[in-house]
């Protein structure tokens, strides 16, 4: 997080100094953005307009929301049904963490102003750094991958793991298994939240809505907030594993048995 931080700092620096990392990322959008009028027909340009259409298109709030509400509903439902202590703590911190989005993007792009590619005015006094879609998508999108992960990990303890409790004894509840999501399935899902990103951006530079540092600025600020979902994750599994059990003590000496009388 520490590196996502710096960077964030260092391109958010360089923009509003117009400084050469700003004049490259200027040249670098000129060479990937597409000007100009799109021409007829089902031409290969017309194709990569679209395809980069649709792209940006994911990083909006319509896309994005659906999803979320989905995860977040079953990772409460999940958690809520299996009694774990702190259920509402990651579905809760991941709502605010994309609300957090628009709080944090807004005020950067009021204070740094920055144009947008080929001239675009500013709209609303609204500039254009960081991206509210890449940083929309990226914490969004990644909200859902650990939410996914919260909700995979929670496990009903199975018959044969319930303790055999005595008839006369009062009722146990019994704490939620946790169990691991495979190695395999989580890095396929990053791979997926991965491509599915840079196709936003992709999509944001090559229609000419965003400079490339306005998405990347994006993703450096959406790290900070996916950590804090992280966290939470981490921290509701934590506190569901039972504690452990108080060492024992030094046992008081047991009396030595009466010897028998002798014999006579």
Known sequence: MGGAVSLLVLITWQVAAHGPLRALDERLSHDIAQHGAVPSGYSASTFVAVLAEFGADLGGVVAVL??????????????????????????????????????????????????????????????????????????????????????WAIARPQASEAPTVAPEAPPTTVAPTVRTMPRAAWWWGMAALACLNAGVGLGLVRRGYHWPLDVLGSWCLSVLLLSCVAWSVGRALTVNRPAPAPARGPQPPRASPTPAPPDR
């Open 66 to 151: 659906p999803a979320l509400a989905a995860a977040v509903s079953v990772a409460a439902w999940r958690g809520y049904r299996v009694r774990l202590r702190l259920w509402w703590l990651p579905p809760l911190t991941a709502a605010l963490a994309l609300g957090a989005v628009p709080a944090l993007v807004a005020p950067l792009k009021a204070w740094l102003g920055r144009s947008g590619p080929n001239g675009a005015p500013i709209a609303s006094g609204n500039g254009y750094y960081p991206s509210g879609h890449a940083a929309t998508a990226a914490v969004g999108y990644g909200v859902v991958l650990l939410l996914i992960a919260f909700t």
